[in-house]
C-alpha cells in the first residue's frame, strides 16, 4: 500500500504562483509513475501533469495544454517527493489537485488518465482570485 499526502494548496490572486507538494510512500519511488489531476466543481477530474521514469536517471514529463508553459512538474527522489510548480495562476485553475501514484510504472499513454494511478492523495484546493 502507497500513501500520497498533498500539501501546498491555498489563495492566491491572478498571476500568482503556488507550489504543491505529494509525498509518496514506498521504497521503489523513484521508478513510480507520479501525476498531477484537478477536479473543479461539476467536472471531471481531468490531467494535469506527470513524471515518468524512462531509465537510468532520465525522467519524462508530460502536460495538458492548459497548463504547458505555466506549470512544471518535479521530483525529488530522495525525499519520496513530486512537486508541481504553477506559475501566472488563472481563476480556471481553481479546483481541488489531487497527486497519483502509479507503482508500476505503466508504459505508453495510460500516465493521462485516471485509470493509470494505483493510489490517489486526498486533494488539496486552489482557488484564484480574479
Known amino acids: 500500500q502507497v500513501q500520497v499526502v498533498e500539501s501546498g494548496g491555498g489563495l492566491v490572486q491572478a498571476g500568482g504562483s503556488l507550489r504543491l507538494s505529494c509525498a509518496a510512500s514506498g521504497r521503489t519511488f523513484s521508478s513510480y509513475t507520479m501525476g498531477w489531476f484537478r477536479q473543479a466543481p461539476g467536472k471531471e477530474r481531468e490531467f494535469v501533469a506527470a513524471?515518468?521514469?524512462?531509465?537510468?536517471?532520465?525522467?519524462?514529463?508530460f502536460y495538458a495544454d492548459s497548463v504547458k508553459g505555466r506549470f512544471t512538474i518535479s521530483r525529488d527522489n530522495a525525499k519520496n517527493t513530486v512537486y508541481l510548480q504553477m506559475n501566472s495562476l488563472k481563476p480556471e485553475d481553481t479546483a481541488v489537485y489531487y497527486c497519483a501514484a502509479d507503482q508500476l510504472g505503466r508504459r505508453g499513454s495510460s500516465y493521462y488518465r485516471t485509470g493509470g494511478y494505483d493510489y490517489w492523495g486526498q486533494g488539496t484546493q486552489v482557488t484564484v482570485s480574479s
Open positions: 513524471i515518468r521514469w524512462s531509465g537510468g536517471s532520465t525522467y519524462n514529463a
